[in-house]
């Protein structure tokens, strides 16, 4: 059963940093992901890292504050925020694509990030 757990999240102040991770379990998994989604908005792209590690891509809205890494020997990804701002307060998601695959097909279930004033 392919299953993916996220945790990490929190209540943080504007200027704080906060870890999140994701554990993934049940398949082998290539590119993963982070997506968000607040309140009354479409879901977003976060960032994405390969599954060697050597690439990763990120939203200009993150780019500079926040970095996304792996560790394949604990089917773990996780996203090092800094610098948080209240608009970077969403649902936080976790997603994994095949190995070799083009879309996010595995999803978790996501983790509340909220950032105050």
């Known amino acids: 059963q392919v299953k993916l757990v996220e945790s990490g999240g929190g209540l943080v102040q504007t200027g704080d940093s906060l870890s999140l991770s994701c554990t993934a379990s049940?398949?082998?998994?290539?590119?993963m992901g982070w997506f968000r989604q607040a309140p009354g908005m479409e879901r977003e792209f976060v960032a994405s890292?390969?599954?060697?590690?050597?690439?990763?891509g990120y939203a200009d809205s993150v780019k500079g504050r926040f970095t996304i890494s792996r560790d394949n020997a604990k089917n773990t990804v996780y996203l090092q925020m800094t610098s948080l701002k209240p608009e970077d307060t969403a649902v936080y998601y976790c997603?994994?694509?095949?190995?070799?695959?083009?879309?996010?097909?595995?999803w978790g279930q996501g983790t509340q990030v909220t950032v105050s004033s």
């Open positions: 890292i390969s599954r060697s590690g050597g690439t990763t």
């Open positions: 997603a994994a694509k095949l190995v070799g695959g083009v879309i996010y097909r595995d």
């Open positions: 049940g398949r082998t998994f290539g590119t």
